[in-house]
């Protein structure tokens, strides 16, 4: 990966659905018993979840544009430009979907995505995406913790680690023709940072299930973690005893470490992290250890060499 430059957005790009979205929220907020006869028919009806509630965990910062969080993706499967998933993940089957929750379980389970959308209460998470080239969103996700499914099947002692696995289907996803990566997309996380409350399985954002090139039809989203930790379209979740090789890590070991905590201590060996350009911003941010999530986080790197794990 290479640092990008980042389009800023014109205000004439904000979408209505943004608008409307922003509007409910409001909305929301004051307690509206008036507000489905003033909510457009047609943005109601489309929403398959009905009820999502909002998390204490979120980020209070302004949201980036659903234009550029859907227009602006890494999604390597369908192409290594910012615009290739939007304009190739169109296509894409997201049903039939299952994955498969296998490996250090008693209770290994193949679940079918309707299943699992019907699984745990969803909740709206506002959290910063902080991508390793430099650039952060801040994205209304929804979805649940991770943990929740993990439960289910009864981890056993041995499961130190989980490993998830991207979708391989090279006639659905035309970069898997290129090497640029080792296929299927793999990525992983220690057993205590997969049950972290913060890991969400994300199912949607912005109010609607989630756009083909952001990960349909489920994802994890570790915000404390370089974005390209949080794997798209995942057909396997395993439960392993040995710390998994990742995609990037085969790709570039100095470069693209197992732990990828966002640190802004801890340059990329070809580019500072210390600052990011928020989309949409002109003026570039210091980037805040862990993303800003050091409160609910560091704790689980007590003692760790962050250099050296990085
Ligand atoms: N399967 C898969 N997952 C992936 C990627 C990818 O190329 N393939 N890119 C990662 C990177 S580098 C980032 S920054 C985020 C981007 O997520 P977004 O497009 O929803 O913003 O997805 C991550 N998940
Ligand atoms: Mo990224």
């Given at each position: 990966?290479?640092?990008?430059?980042?389009?800023?957005?014109?205000?004439?790009?904000?979408?209505?659905?943004?608008?409307?979205?922003?509007?409910?929220?409001?909305?929301?907020s004051?307690?509206?018993?008036?507000?489905?006869?003033?909510?457009?028919?047609?943005?109601?009806?489309?929403s398959?979840?009905?009820?999502?509630?909002?998390?204490?965990?979120?980020?209070?910062?302004?949201?980036?544009?659903?234009?550029?969080?859907?227009?602006?993706?890494?999604?390597?499967?369908?192409?290594?430009?910012?615009?290739?998933?939007?304009?190739?993940?169109?296509?894409?089957?997201?049903?039939?979907?299952?994955?498969?929750?296998?490996?250090?379980?008693?209770?290994?389970?193949?679940?079918?995505?309707?299943?699992?959308?019907?699984?745990?209460?969803?909740?709206?998470?506002?959290?910063?995406?902080?991508?390793?080239e430099?650039?952060?969103?801040?994205?209304?996700?929804?979805?649940?913790?991770?943990?929740?499914?993990?439960?289910?099947?009864?981890?056993?002692?041995?499961?130190?680690?989980?490993?998830?696995?991207?979708?391989?289907?090279?006639?659905?996803?035309?970069?898997?023709?290129?090497?640029?990566?080792?296929?299927?997309?793999?990525?992983?996380?220690?057993?205590?940072?997969?049950?972290?409350?913060?890991?969400?399985l994300?199912?949607?954002?912005?109010?609607?299930?989630?756009?083909?090139?952001?990960?349909?039809?489920?994802?994890?989203?570790?915000?404390?973690?370089?974005?390209?930790?949080?794997?798209?379209?995942i057909?396997?979740?395993?439960?392993?005893?040995?710390?998994?090789?990742?995609?990037?890590?085969?790709?570039?070991?100095?470069?693209?470490?197992?732990?990828?905590?966002?640190?802004?201590?801890?340059?990329?060996?070809?580019w500072?992290?210390?600052?990011?350009?928020?989309?949409?911003?002109?003026?570039?941010r210091?980037?805040?250890?862990?993303?800003?999530?050091?409160?609910?986080?560091?704790s689980?790197?007590?003692?760790?060499?962050?250099?050296?794990?990085?």
């Amino acid at each position: 990966m290479k640092p990008y430059k980042v389009p800023a957005i014109l205000a004439s790009e904000i979408t209505p659905k943004q608008l409307f979205y922003a509007r409910r929220k409001f909305m929301r907020s004051v307690g509206g018993a008036t507000l489905a006869a003033l909510l457009p028919q047609a943005l109601w009806a489309a929403s398959p979840f009905s009820d999502i509630k909002k998390s204490t965990f979120s980020a209070t910062e302004e949201l980036t544009p659903l234009k550029a969080i859907t227009s602006y993706n890494n999604f390597y499967e369908f192409g290594t430009g910012k615009e290739d998933p939007a304009a190739r993940a169109g296509s894409l089957k997201t049903r039939p979907w299952t994955i498969s929750v296998e490996g250090e379980a008693n209770k290994p389970k193949v679940f079918d995505i309707d299943e699992i959308l019907k699984m745990a209460p969803l909740e709206e998470r506002i959290y910063r995406l902080r991508c390793v080239e430099a650039w952060s969103m801040v994205v209304p996700w929804v979805g649940f913790p991770l943990a929740e499914l993990l439960k289910r099947v009864e981890p056993t002692g041995n499961a130190k680690y989980v490993e998830f696995v991207s979708l391989y289907d090279p006639g659905q996803m035309p970069g898997q023709k290129s090497s640029v990566l080792d296929w299927p997309y793999r990525e992983g996380l220690r057993m205590d940072e997969a049950m972290h409350p913060l890991t969400l399985l994300t199912l949607g954002l912005y109010g609607e299930v989630l756009p083909n090139q952001n990960g349909a039809p489920v994802r994890v989203v570790m915000p404390w973690k370089y974005g390209f930790k949080s794997a798209k379209s995942i057909v396997a979740i395993r439960l392993m005893e040995k710390q998994p090789t990742t995609s990037w890590m085969k790709a570039g070991p100095n470069e693209y470490g197992f732990y990828a905590n966002v640190n802004p201590e801890v340059d990329h060996p070809r580019w500072s992290q210390a600052k990011e350009r928020r989309i949409g911003e002109f003026l570039k941010r210091k980037t805040l250890m862990f993303n800003g999530y050091a409160e609910e986080v560091a704790s689980l790197y007590a003692g760790m060499d962050l250099q050296r794990y990085f």
